[in-house]
């Protein structure tokens, strides 16, 4: 039976890295998976109620829904905006007192994966067959920690990557500072919370930091690269798509 | 006492049930899925998951005693005075306070003390410059090395195990429970009840442990069986 | 980049961004909360860890005081008629205000001047010691570390560890300045605790009248429990004849099984141990042990409000053992003075805007990365980044946030809704891209971009968005 998935990148990733969603195509397809990207997609509309502004995601989420309903699994390749998915959509389709909307919320909820657990727990896979010959950490964000419980699924697929070296981060499960426009709100207590992130980083002497979440990373990126560490980030999907066939 | 309190007089009562009514009106948010909230087993900063100890309930009491620096003695009943005797002369106690209802016996032979014998009638105040204090205790609970006190003729009113600088409490086996979840199926709160768990301490400065503030810095417990 | 447009939103010279910012640059008081809340937690981690069944106690532990606040009339008329049946006499207090009429004037009756106190978040929340003092009674704190606060005229910035912002060197020149006048102490903790036990002892001893919080009432039996470590809270619950213990409304346990939950949650949740070193029980007036007269002060000061929050309510099961504040990582940065509360920590980031409505409060909702982390180790459960997230937009409901803010958000919410619109959108930032690489390029930025590249780089605009490449490599 082929599977079949509509990929949900997110505004971000659409927007900013374009790489992740084309490295989760090219893993997902080598899979054996049918990919579709449903192009009315948007925005899980997380920064709108993690600012306060929840009422104003309601449209958001009724775009998300009508997108995807069709759909028979979504995976999205952004850990915050699954756990969005997960913790607040019912609620927010609730405000609607919409029944069409709310029915197909309910049932469109459980049909969204995590990039990692969409391939360790529906597909089972756990080596992809790329290659990856680097020294890498792992860092946990919050929401696919906490909110999605996803751990081992990336430790799994990172550690059956070719060549690639798991090295242990200090106080690798706590937060790194970032919390959408906390960034910006409490810019000195977000970059101090990054600045003990980044010296953990580089004690751990990796080449890579790799997470499920490309807005941790864009955080933990910029200080990485204001303090000339010469250590990159990777969203889990690029690494994965290293060394398989159609990456580019 | 406290005529003037009758419920009557008390418009803030009213306001105060009026006001939670009303408020529970509107139904509290489901909470949800009981996964969320919980530790993700084996990722970092969780901890690892210890077994439950293995240890006879007895073993395990004095093990979690002991762990927190109480002196343990494990005698024979038969043992008790000999014990006590012991305890007394190597802590240099000059001066004992017992509770009325204690087995004389198990402190009869202790030699050169002066001796109190609380029935209860008199002030608490005069019990600071008294050495030690000789309790038995009602429950005890093995998971946390925790002693029960609850008013009992052998226990005593609560300030004889509070001024005193020597605490020696006699811990009978049968008395000793496994966890406290069980506490409340074997004592009552009709008499006051006292949880002691250590040597008062504390760690307020610097998070440094200090043994020793105001309660007894010394607890020996002696379990008999 | 949504937030890289949006204008400067956070210039105000009240709150926790203005409040923590001398705490984040104090690199000293950042290292003694780094260690301080390091040790705690790993303290917790070990005898969490012993408890097969921690998971099930925590979700014990909130059941049993969400069934209380779920029907919180009943059990506050069972709690009542419990205290007078076993002697003792319950107040009724709306406010802070009336809480502290009713304890001076139980103080008046009885002609004293002098009371002894057991640590209480409760009467602090009150302000009772500047209150007392005022009409003329001089409260004294009797725990080491809130005597050491009192004596310092500062506030605590801790739950637990109310003076784990100064040192020792600075708690031995206290003393030696008042306690301990005339007398050289080193600066070593076990001296330091012994001068204080010489000092307090003497209170104890002549104290006639005690004061106290409450951790837990039992409904069932009329029983209240305080926990402790030091002796003090056994002193002033057992020496003096009068003794006055006041309690928020939701303090309330059902049955004493139900409290056997909490000796095993509050403890390790808490200062890390198995078991506190002192619990002391008591059921109203016991003759022949302990006070002649006990009042319990039972104190609403807006919980009936944020009881009828349905989100808010959780707020209310918390037990007040700390464990959020240890493993937050924006409270190891800020320390409690930040938050500029009683309550410090996550949970006084939802518990002092719903009680106080302060405009500093305010702003706190919003003092959280929304890591989880203060969810995972509460006790009790509380959801606290989904009460967080709910006040955020309560507080903005209410009209407490620039309106500019809300513009913009809604012409992204706007811009989003849509996948056409959204296709514009990205469009014409490819295709301004060079433009904006270059001006975010550019040294120092306004507004927000600004206070991000602080610290940070800014990513440059790709030239090609994904669905762009989506239908260009489909030749769509």
Known sequence: MTRSVSLFVSCFNDMLFPNTARAANVVLRSLGVKVEFPRRQTCCGQIHVNTGYASMAVPLVRNFVNTFSGAEEIVAISGSCTAMVREHYLELANRTNDVNLISKTRELVPRVFEFSEYLTDVVGVSDVGATYPHRVSYHPTCHSLRSLHIYESAIKLLGAVRGLQLIDLSFAEQCCGFGGTFSVKNSPMSTAILADKVANIVNAKVETVVALDNSCLLHISGALKRNNTGVSVMHLAEVLAHGLDGVV | ?225 | ?476
């Open chain 3, 1 to 476: 980049m949504v937030w890289m447009v949006l204008s400067d939103m956070a210039g105000s010279r009240v709150g926790f961004p203005y409040t923590s910012l001398p705490r984040i640059e104090d690199s000293q008081l950042r290292a003694n909360l780094r260690s301080a809340t390091t040790a705690i937690r790993e303290k917790r981690g070990r005898v969490v860890a012993e408890k097969d069944d921690w998971e099930e106690l925590r979700l014990k532990g909130e059941q049993i005081r969400a069934e209380v606040l779920n029907n919180l009339d009943s059990y506050l008329v069972k709690l009542e008629a419990s205290v007078e049946n076993v002697g003792g006499v319950v107040h009724w207090a709306g406010d802070a205000g009336e809480a502290n009429e009713i304890v001076l004037s139980l103080v008046r009756q009885h002609g004293e001047s002098e009371v002894v106190k057991v640590k209480s978040l409760t009467t602090d929340e009150m302000g009772l010691n500047e209150y007392l003092s005022q009409g003329g009674v001089m409260a004294y704190e009797t725990d080491l570390a809130e005597l050491i606060v009192q004596l310092a005229h500062d506030k605590p910035s801790h739950i637990l560890v109310p003076a784990i912002h100064m040192n020792r060197s600075e708690i031995r020149d206290l003393f030696q300045g008042t306690i301990s006048k005339g007398t050289a102490l080193s600066d070593d903790p076990t001296v330091l605790a012994e001068a204080s036990r010489l000092y307090l002892r003497q209170k104890f001893l002549s104290a006639k009248i005690a004061i106290s919080g409450v951790n837990f009432a039992v409904a069932e039996t009329g029983t209240i429990c305080v926990v402790e470590s030091e002796g003090n809270g056994r002193m002033c619950l057992t020496l003096p004849k009068v003794l006055i213990s006041v309690m928020g409304i939701e303090k309330i346990i059902p049955t004493l099984d139900d409290l056997a939950v909490f000796l095993e949650l509050l403890p390790r949740s808490s200062t890390g141990e198995r078991m506190n070193p002192y619990t002391s029980l008591w059921s109203g007036v016991h003759k022949g042990d302990g006070p002649e007269e006990f009042h319990l002060v039972i104190m609403d000061n807006r919980r009936s409000a944020v009881l009828a929050d349905p989100v808010g309510r959780q707020t209310l099961q918390c037990i007040r053992c700390s464990a959020c504040l240890n493993v937050c990582p924006v409270y190891e940065r800020s320390g409690g003075h930040a938050y500029d509360s009683v309550y410090p920590g996550p949970i006084g980031a939802i518990l002092s805007p719903q009680l106080f409505g302060t405009e500093s409060s305010k702003s706190l909702p919003w003092a959280s990365t929304l890591c989880g982390a203060c969810y995972e180790v509460c006790p009790v459960r509380i959801n606290i980044p989904q009460v967080l997230v709910h006040l955020r937009e309560k507080v903005l409901t209410e009209g407490h946030r620039s309106s500019s803010e809300r513009f913009q958000f809604a012409i992204l919410s706007a811009v989003l809704s849509s996948g056409s619109r959204f296709d514009l959108a990205l469009r014409t930032i490819s295709r301004l891209r060079f433009l904006i690489n270059r001006f975010l390029a550019f040294g120092s930025l306004p507004g927000v971009a600004g206070k991000w590249t602080v610290a940070r780089e800014l990513p440059e605009i790709p030239k090609e968005s994904f669905r762009v490449w989506w239908r260009r490599s489909r030749g769509q």
């Open chain 2, 1 to 225: 006492m406290a005529n003037n309190h009758l419920r009557s007089d008390q418009p803030s009562r009213t306001k105060i049930l009026n006001l939670v009514r009303s408020g529970l009106l509107n139904k509290a948010m489901d909470p949800g899925s009981s996964m969320a909230g919980v530790a993700t087993r084996g990722a970092p900063g969780t901890p690892l998951w210890i077994a439950g100890h293995d240890l006879e309930t007895v073993d395990l009491f004095e093990e979690v005693l002991k762990d927190y620096k109480a002196r343990v003695l494990r005698v024979d009943i038969e043992g008790i005075p000999a014990a006590v005797a012991e305890v007394i002369s190597s802590c240099h106690i000059k001066s004992l306070v017992v509770p009325s209802g204690l087995d004389r016996t198990w402190y009869e032979g202790v030699g050169q003390v002066q001796l109190v014998v609380d029935d209860g009638s008199g002030p608490a105040v005069g019990f600071e410059k008294i050495d030690g204090v000789i309790t038995g205790c009602s429950c005890a609970i093995a998971e946390t090395g925790t002693l029960v006190l609850s008013g009992r003729p052998d226990e005593g009113r609560r300030a004889i195990t509070l001024l005193p600088d020597f605490h020696i409490c006699i811990v009978k086996t049968e008395a000793i429970i496994r966890g406290v979840s069980e506490l409340f199926s074997r004592i009552g709160v009709s008499n006051p009840v006292t949880l002691i768990s250590g040597p008062s301490a504390t760690s307020d400065i610097e998070l440094k442990r200090v043994e020793g503030v105001h309660g007894p810095r010394n607890l020996i417990v002696v379990i008999a069986t």
